[in-house]
């Protein structure tokens, strides 16, 4: 199920013609701890930005 979220997400905003910025990519994985999905955001050298909240993303979205 990992990243099952993040591929919808990035679906929704497909659908509305917004795709992610270039170097980014986005992840999505539940915590063993919360059980909440937890979203991340990716570059080429890490993790940018870790959140529960899918509304903290839309910064990334072009």
Do not use: N
Request: glycine letters at 8%; charged letters at 20%; a negative charge.
């Amino acid at each position: 199920m990992q990243d099952q979220v993040a591929k919808g997400l990035l679906a929704q905003h497909a659908a509305q013609g917004r795709t992610i910025r270039p170097g980014l990519s986005l992840h999505s994985y539940v915590s063993p701890f919360s059980g909440e999905t937890i979203y991340q955001v990716c570059d080429a050298v890490g993790v940018v930005l870790d959140t529960i909240y899918p509304s903290r993303l839309e910064r990334f979205f072009e």
